[in-house]
């Protein structure tokens, strides 16, 4: 038998793991339905794979989201619930089903910009080796790296997003507001700290997230490898 906090660890993983994966099949079919055929010029204004990454986050926050909010309800609310299966029945009872997607707005508006340019990110680099390289297939390890320079790209570029983010969350935590918007935060925080204020914190950051996007992309081109290979079998 499992007990409560070895079901928390499973769920987490399987949070993780479900997400990494929903984000992958999300962007790759939006992707092919995006993108022009061969020898086609695109009709979207911006790029497929920017489109394709933006609703990658999307779908991917809206299906994990409300174990996300379990998850930080069992963390910050100690001694109120039993576990995780006590803390999803009493929120539905007692709150109603909504609130299982409370904050769900601020969510996406942080994971948009970060998902879409990860994607574009790695979409434009792994085409960019094959041009250079002449090299229609990559490997596992090449994978891996373009991967973590994606993730390292996007997680540089909207970073001083997330700044803001924290910085609000701040505020409206100690009850008094310290920003009217992103916008409000973005500019007090440039002409206090400089530009310097808006990357604070970004190395822990990468460090979390390179190496977990470039191990996401391997895992999902592995896997995208083996099926192909078994269908042309078949």
Known sequence: MINES?????????????????QLFAYDTVNKNLSAKPGEQSKL?????????????????????????????????????????DA???IIKEEGPAELYRGLTPS????????ATNYFAYDTLRKAYQKIFKQEKIGNIETLLIGSAAGAISSTATFPLEVA???????????????????HALVSILEKEGIQGLYRGLGPSCMKLVPAAGISFMCYEACKKILIDNDEKE
Do not use: H, W
């Not at 993983?13 to 479900?18: E, I, P, R």
């Not at 990658?56 to 299966?85: D, F």
């Not at 996406?108 to 970060?114: D, M």
């Not at 701040?170 to 009850?175: C, D, E, I, N, T």
């Open 108 to 115: 996406l508006i942080g994971v948009i910009p970060y998902s």
């Open 45 to 85: 204004p911006v790029p497929a794979s920017l489109i394709a990454g933006a609703c990658a986050g999307v779908s991917s926050t809206i299906c994990t989201y409300p174990l996300e909010l379990l998850k930080t309800r069992l963390t910050i609310q100690r001694g109120v619930y039993n576990g995780l299966l």
């Open 6 to 22: 070895g079901l928390y660890i499973v769920v987490l993983l399987y949070l993780k793991l479900f997400s990494m994966f929903l």
């Open 165 to 183: 983010r924290k910085q609000m969350q701040v505020g409206a935590l100690s009850g008094r507001q310290v920003y009217r918007d992103v916008l």
């Open 88 to 90: 999803f029945v009493k």
